[in-house]
């Protein structure tokens, strides 16, 4: 089992670009999640996706969209990527929404936009 | 809105000696929290999950506490070691969110041999 997986790991974008991070899980969860994690400000929730053919914003959603593309992937979308979305991008997944559901983390996307 | 605060940011202690992490929570509607371990460039790796029924929880030289009281949690690591230098986060799941972490900034652990 890999669990939780990302790509890419690393990435560097021009200001405008565009670019795709994929999450895929083989655990077979319902619930799917993107996080951003700025220095100082622990993660943020951007997107949330509870089942195949839903998806909610979270805390952050502005400049980002999301695509579940079956049950086990997950993808994030920059259109016009900026600075400010400079960050580290994590993946997680769990069972299904809820306050009982552990969730499972990726290794991370490191995102720097020039 | 939820708050999660860690204070201190950066904390150093010399190996040997034992290590307390300190988490704070604004809603005492809180279901559960749970510490994680993050090494640089990782992911996150789940320590302990404590639920609001609990008091502790305990796993090998870590425990975990929880005072919904007072909104606090405390993980204790005893006997500090080298290895355990890493960033370490908290996250708490309220009521009414639908299971959805909120999480700490961290707090950045370096144990010196």
């Known amino acids: 089992n890999a669990g939780v997986t990302q790509t890419p790991k690393f990435q560097v974008l021009k200001t405008g670009q565009s670019m795709t991070l994929q999450c895929a899980q083989d655990m077979n969860h319902n619930s799917m999640y993107w996080y951003r994690q700025d220095p100082g400000m622990g993660l943020r929730l951007i997107y949330y996706s509870a089942s195949e053919g839903t998806t909610d914003k979270g805390e952050v959603p502005n400049g980002y969209n999301v695509s579940r593309l079956n049950k086990r992937e997950f993808s994030l979308r920059l259109e016009s990527a900026a600075p400010s979305q400079t960050s580290v991008y994590f993946c997680a997944s769990s069972e299904r929404m809820g306050e009982d559901n552990e969730q499972f983390f990726g290794p991370g996307t490191r995102l720097t936009v020039l | 809105k939820q708050e999660v605060t860690q204070i201190p940011a950066a904390l150093s202690v010399p190996e040997g000696e034992n290590l307390v992490l300190n988490c704070s929570f604004t809603?005492?509607?809180?279901?559960?929290l749970q510490w994680f371990r993050q090494d640089p460039g990782k992911g996150l790796t789940s320590l302990l999950l404590?639920?609001?029924?609990?008091r502790e929880q305990t796993s090998g030289r870590l425990n975990a506490s929880l005072d919904k009281s007072s909104g606090r949690s405390t993980l204790y690591i005893a006997a500090s070691q080298p290895g355990d230098s890493a960033t370490y986060l908290c996250a708490g799941r309220f009521l009414d969110s639908w299971g959805k972490l909120q999480f700490g900034a961290g707090t950045q652990v370096v144990v010196t041999p």
């Open positions: 809603d005492s509607a809180i279901y559960n």
């Open positions: 404590i639920q609001s029924s609990q």
